[in-house]
């Protein structure tokens, strides 16, 4: 049985708008963007190369680019956008309460 879990992963203020934030919860490595002050969630593995997705640049408002291969995915859904990219991101609900950020993992 899954359970789902809301689990603190930084302050507000540590993610630069319109930039990126590497971070790692429980082993998994997370990538936090902020996209018009509003916070989103992603694994930071490119799912076609071994990059971290915190180290890509922010293109077109809503995509991270890979610095290995400079595929794109979307930010907002984890939606694989451009080759060489066909496998998606896992992408995780993120809140933010009181200048905290809190992202949802479901564990098995």
Avoid at 45 to 52: I, S
């Amino acid at each position: 049985m899954a359970t789902e879990e809301w689990v603190r992963v930084a302050d507000y203020d540590d993610v630069p708008e319109e930039d990126t934030l590497g971070t790692e919860i429980g082993g998994v490595p997370v990538c936090l963007y902020k996209l018009d002050g509003e916070i989103y969630a992603t694994d930071n593995k490119c799912t076609h190369g071994d990059a971290d997705l915190s180290d890509g640049l922010i293109q077109d408002g809503c995509e991270i680019e890979c610095p290995l291969h400079e595929g794109r995915f979307d930010i907002r859904s984890g939606k694989a956008a451009s080759p060489p990219c066909s496998e998606d991101l896992r992408s995780y609900p993120a809140r933010v309460e009181g200048g905290v950020i809190y992202i949802k993992l479901v564990q098995a």
